[in-house]
């Protein structure tokens, strides 16, 4: 009896000793902490092993498409540097998590066929395997943002139905041949963005579609038929045991401050735009099986519609919403606004300046801003807008620190802002959990593991916790935001402490 009473008492003290906790709560035993890269803003190796161009590819190599002309050809090299990179995410931050995208073009180098590209597959599978080695899980999401230049040269990519189709023939490929590694599947990452910046009017990323604003709306259609698709695929190799876990989406979006607090139309404002151009967009056809009333409204018939069976599909297509979660906005009602004004169809002028002053600290994006309660509002208005009971995940949020392209590598280190931007959202998460059952948060995933290509912002940007140059062989620092997450989360430590900034 003895020996059995010291046995549980040390397996107990083992099980309490690797929980993660915040601020002297112990979080939910399956709660997900974790870091995240994408295929190709860290992986390089653009052309190896029978990899064809992605969009990103394409764009990146065009010249004046982004900041210095540079690309992720190479980037942080991650292709052949992983099975040191994997171990140092792990030991340097403690996460439990470890969340990449798979290229398309990597494993069906046409985007198209039901045989994999072998040297696709090997890869990302000594990939999980890495991670399963160092102690956590993986999660592999099937989309982020670079499809495969074949489709989109051969009708446009994802304005045309035809992508969900080949979307949902990827997923079954991918799924079939990494269901045994992979420990939770996600679909696409931030429709909305990759809709908005690729395709439509003055388009700033891959493919730079030159479009109508119809099309953005085709395109964010396509993909929400794209990702249901995939569910009803995992479902399908669910039920063979052919693949394990959960399969998720992740979307995102600002949260809205009415520019006039206590103006109604400035209120109606904040969330029609967060109903229509936001997290709203999504959320309306997941969770009812439709866009919201104020899409409907103004674009009438020129909206794409769903089929009954479409939203049913759309309404039981995820066991949980991965949320990216950055910065929010102030709106502003327009009056008399028709279609054909710049603001239409929102009739909202957004911005993130009132009177002179920012709303929330600057950062190194002119899009970024530390608010101090951007995540609480945007999990509040997924709650409370849309009823959304499921598991709501920080899927992404970070910042790149201002001035950091031309700090010293010892000021890169010392990030105190970025310690600062987790210790905010700590606070955040905080109020949530001592609200009680409200809002269901269940993990958090901060962006990024390690330096990476910043789209057309070139590699300026730095959102990683561990500094890399870019491109083959280079050193990898650890900053201290990787210690102070470690030491929150891990060890227990205040998120309100100093000690890393």
Known sequence: MKMVSVLALTA????????????????????????????????GAWNADRKSASIWDRFAQMPGKTEKGQNGNVA??????????????????GIKTFDTTLAWTRILPQGTGKTANKAGIDYYRRVAQATHKAGGTFTATLYHWDLPEALQQRYKGWVSP?????????????????????????????????????YGPEPVSAPGYNGTLIDQYRCFHHALLAHARAAEVFADLKKQGKVKGKFSIKIDGAPAKPFD?????????????????????????????DYSHSLREAFGKDLPQFTKQ????????????????????????????????????????????????????????????????????????????????????????????????KQSLAQKLNDKDRVEWYRTYFAQMDRIFKEGNTVNLQGFTFWSCISNFEWHSGYGPDFGVIYAPPGANKPRHVKNSAHYLKDVLVHGLSSASTKWG
């Open 261 to 289: 607090p206590k103006s109604k139309k400035d209120q109606e404002a904040a969330t029609r735009i967060m109903d229509m151009q936001e997290t709203g967009w999504a959320l309306g056809p997941l969770t009812t099986g």
């Open 12 to 43: 107990l003290f083992a099980a309490s000793a690797s929980a993660l906790k915040l601020n002297g709560r112990e979080l939910p035993k399956d709660f997900k902490y974790g870091c995240g890269v994408s295929a190709y803003q860290v992986e």
């Open 162 to 198: 035809k992508i969900v189709d080949d979307f949902g023939n990827y997923a079954r490929v991918a799924m079939t041949a990494l269901g045994d590694v992979v420990d939770e599947w996600i679909s696409l990452n931030e429709p909305r963005t990759f809709c908005t910046e690729g």
């Open 310 to 405: 479409e939203s049913e599909s759309l309404m039981r297509s995820y066991d949980s919403v991965y949320y990216d979660v950055y910065t929010s906005v102030y709106a502003k009602h327009i009056d008399g606004c028709k279609r054909g004004d710049d603001t239409w169809p929102f009739c909202v002028e957004e911005t993130s300046d009132k009177n002179g002053k920012p709303i929330g600290k600057p950062t190194g994006s002119d899009w970024n801003f530390l608010v101090d309660d951007t995540l609480y509002s945007g999990l509040h208005y997924m709650h409370d807008r849309w009823g959304l009971k499921k598991p709501l995940i920080v899927g992404e949020t970070g910042l790149a620190v201002k001035g950091g392209d």
């Open 76 to 93: 942080m090299d991650f292709y052949h540097s992983y099975a040191k990179d994997i171990p140092l995410f792990f030991s340097a931050t």
